[in-house]
């Protein structure tokens, strides 16, 4: 599974609503590095679940171009319910996919950040060090766990495998 961040939005147009905000620069080119760093590195997702909000649906839109170079065309589900959901509400609806070996849920904080610390029991210190400081935009936690269905999922069951945000990727990345 992978929890994403949406990527950095902009706050440049007075009185918009905040479900409407798109990325800024910065967040466009994060999301793509974001995106080709999961191409390469993997596992590529089977589904996406997404906020239906304007950045979130940017950040897919950023990413979805480098995995669809690695023949990587998942089914997106758009919910307005992963728009600021909390941890639970976020958990209820992973539960629910049964089929799909790899997810990659893209929402906000503090849910999605909240999300990675509740599910990861355990996995690579160094990423777990970083994740419990802080989930910025743009970053990406890739979690697996034993469990035979997402239906059987519960907290401190994964193993935090990664922990990347788009600062640390190098120039081949970006």
């Not at 080119?29 to 304007?54: E, F, H, Q, T």
């Not at 758009?78 to 049964?98: G, N, Q």
């Not at 029991?121 to 469990?147: I, M, S, Y």
Request: glycine share 8%.
């Amino acid at each position: 599974m992978h929890l994403l961040r949406h990527a950095k939005s902009d706050w440049g147009v007075p009185g918009q609503a905040d479900h409407d905000r798109a990325l800024n620069g910065r967040g466009r080119k994060a999301a793509k590095a974001i995106g080709k760093y999961l191409a390469r590195a993997g596992p590529l997702p089977d589904r996406v679940l997404c906020s239906s909000a304007a950045r979130t649906l940017e950040t897919w839109d950023r990413v979805r171009g480098s995995l669809e170079a690695e023949g990587c065309a998942p089914p997106i589900d758009v919910e307005r319910s992963l728009y600021l959901a909390d941890t639970e509400e976020m958990l209820d609806r992973i539960r629910a996919c049964d089929d799909e070996p790899t997810l990659l849920l893209i929402a906000h904080n503090p849910g999605t950040g909240d999300l990675a610390l509740r599910l990861a029991g355990h996995g690579d210190e160094a990423a777990w060090q970083r994740l419990r400081q802080k989930f910025p935009t743009a970053a990406l936690a890739t979690l697996t766990f034993d469990a035979a269905s997402w239906s059987e999922v519960s907290p401190s069951d994964g193993r935090l495998l990664r922990f990347v945000v788009p600062r640390e990727l190098t120039g081949e990345e970006r």
